[in-house]
DNA sequence: GACCAGGCACATC
DNA sequence: GATGTGCATGGT
């Protein structure tokens, strides 16, 4: 039995569909995914709202904009001096090598943008994955700090396993499905938030938490 | 007032 | 390679 899909089924059943990556266009849901970095989607959302209204949702925009007026409008998400400087970096370097085209960048590679990604300032192995499942659809796995935590509750892994290692083991037994893998993602944080926290990583009400999975 | 949140870069050993 | 630290706001 394939134990990492079955949490999959069990979770899309008890909890639904997620509706993720909760953004207007994929250049909006890059900037969310270095916004969200460690930080609470909802102080995310403030942040959006402020460059939305500002029309700093745009490389073009965000690329001409000082770091001072940029740091200002995504304050609300935290650590927003390194944050604009992350924003800049990518909307720079996207211009620069892509023309700041989304279909130019989704026609490549998937190891090739992956790789162009991690090139740049501000973006880890779970931000770049975050940009190539949900803003170009490419059948990725994200690995997050829930994610971590779940499957270590529940032996999947252990503390020692690098990123690619925990990656590998979902996506090895899943479909090649970007709409599954990013349903699964957000359907991990979902579980994570409410029965997987840091100091209680052990609640039996958490839906997957029983019977043949402790057998 | 402590703890937490959809990480990452950089210094140091 | 692994471990430690700075980055910061807002909700519970």
Redesign the pocket.
């Known amino acids: 039995m394939n134990k990492v899909y079955e949490i999959y089924k069990r979770l899309l059943s008890s909890l639904g569909h997620q509706a993720?990556?909760?953004a207007e266009t994929p250049f909006e849901?890059i900037i969310?995914?270095?916004l969200?970095?460690?930080?609470?989607?909802?102080?995310?959302e403030?942040a959006i709202l402020n460059l939305k209204d500002s029309n700093l949702i745009s490389p073009d925009s965000i690329a001409n904009c000082s770091l001072a007026t940029l740091?200002k409008h995504i304050?609300?998400?935290?650590?927003?001096?390194?944050?604009?400087k992350?924003l800049k970096e990518f909307s720079g370097r996207f211009l620069q090598d892509y023309g700041g085209s989304i279909k130019v960048l989704r026609d490549l590679d998937c190891m090739e943008i992956r790789e162009w990604l991690?090139s740049?300032?501000?973006?880890?192995?779970?931000?770049?994955?975050?940009i190539l499942l949900?803003a170009l659809n490419k059948p990725v796995f994200?690995v997050?700090?829930?994610t971590r935590?779940i499957f270590l509750r529940h032996s999947l892994i252990d503390e020692?396993a690098?990123?690619g290692n925990v990656q590998e083991i979902v996506e090895k037994d899943f479909p090649q499905d970007s709409k599954i893998l990013g349903e699964f993602?957000?359907l991990l944080?979902?579980v994570?938030?409410h029965f997987?926290?840091?100091?209680?990583p052990l609640c039996e009400k958490c839906p997957i938490s029983d019977s043949i999975f402790y057998s």
């Open positions: 993720w990556w909760p849901v969310g995914a270095i969200t970095q460690n930080t609470n989607w909802r102080n995310v403030k740091g304050k609300p998400a935290g650590y927003y001096n390194v944050k604009a992350y991690l740049l300032k501000g973006v880890g192995e779970e931000t770049a994955d975050s949900y994200v997050d700090a829930y935590r020692a690098s990123y993602h957000a944080v979902e994570g938030k997987c926290k840091r100091k209680n």
